[in-house]
């Protein structure tokens, strides 16, 4: 089972931007697709952006569409969230995601698609 670290969150005033990391422990990480997730205080978790295992296809919630984006680099075992023009709305706790899978064009909406979570990274970002 792969386990997953995530980083780089923080306090960041509206407009800002933040890029979170997230170190995966397993040799085999390319054959994970990759996402994150966040949850805001009350909220559900929700879906933020999901990539295959190639790097090559990506998807992204409505409300982030333009302004994040992932990434991943496989030799290094990391995906990355690079957080543009943040809003207040975006405050929430970010978790990364890993979900096996023998397709590498394969992206990963659903959370039951994704078999290992990290620990979660704080983001705040103020008015």
């Known amino acids: 089972q792969v386990q997953l670290v995530e980083s780089g969150g923080g306090l960041v005033q509206a407009g800002g931007s933040l890029r979170l990391s997230c170190a995966a422990s397993r040799r085999t990480f390319s054959s994970y697709a990759m996402g994150w997730f966040r949850q805001a205080p009350g909220k559900e978790r929700e879906f933020v952006a999901g990539?295959?295992?190639?790097?090559?296809?990506?998807n992204y919630a409505d409300s982030v569409k333009g302004r994040f984006t992932i990434s991943r680099d496989n030799a290094k075992n990391t995906v990355y969230l690079q957080m543009n023009s943040l809003k207040p709305e975006d405050t929430a706790v970010y978790y990364c995601?890993?979900?096996?899978?023998?397709?590498?064009?394969?992206?990963?909406?659903?959370?039951?698609?994704?078999?290992?979570w990290g620990q979660g990274t704080q983001v705040t970002v103020s008015s």
């Open positions: 995601a890993a979900g096996f899978t023998g397709q590498p064009m394969a992206v990963m909406y659903f959370r039951y698609e994704y078999t290992a």
């Open positions: 990539i295959s295992w190639n790097g090559i296809n990506t």
